[in-house]
């Protein structure tokens, strides 16, 4: 595994991490809150383990048009205010669109 495989998995780690601890107080909207945390958190883990086998396309290596991103931010930023968790979602998306 190469060190770029491994910093994103890191990332993933720190946003899964993000997301258990996201404060889930939403009043009437809280079940849906707490939907869309546990949806995020299993496509963490899908990202995390597709990276882990090789199989999650590399811009760097010509996989996928440059730009391309993992849509973290804009699916994150349409359901939740937690700014942790948005920034946390930043952090992985502009490490894969620049850097993996």
């Given amino acids: 595994m190469d060190e770029k ?12 991490a993000v ?5 889930l107080s939403g009043g009437s909207g809280e079940s849906v809150l707490a939907e869309n945390l546990s949806r995020l ?3 963490l883990e ?6 882990a086998e090789s199989k999650l396309p ?3 290596r010509g996989h996928v048009d440059p730009g391309t991103g993992l849509a973290l931010t804009r699916t994150v ?24």
């Avoid at 899908?46 to 990276?51: E, G, I, R």
């Avoid at 930023?77 to 993996?100: C, K, N, P, T, V």
């Fill in 5 to 16: 495989t491994r910093e994103l998995i890191s990332l993933l780690d720190a946003g899964l």
């Fill in 41 to 43: 958190s299993y496509n």
């Fill in 77 to 100: 930023g349409e359901w939740s205010s937690d700014q942790a968790l948005y920034d946390a979602m930043f952090r992985i998306e502009q490490f894969y669109r620049h850097e993996f």
């Fill in 58 to 60: 590399r811009q760097s």
């Fill in 19 to 23: 997301v258990q601890h996201a404060n």
């Fill in 46 to 51: 899908a990202l995390k383990d597709a990276a």
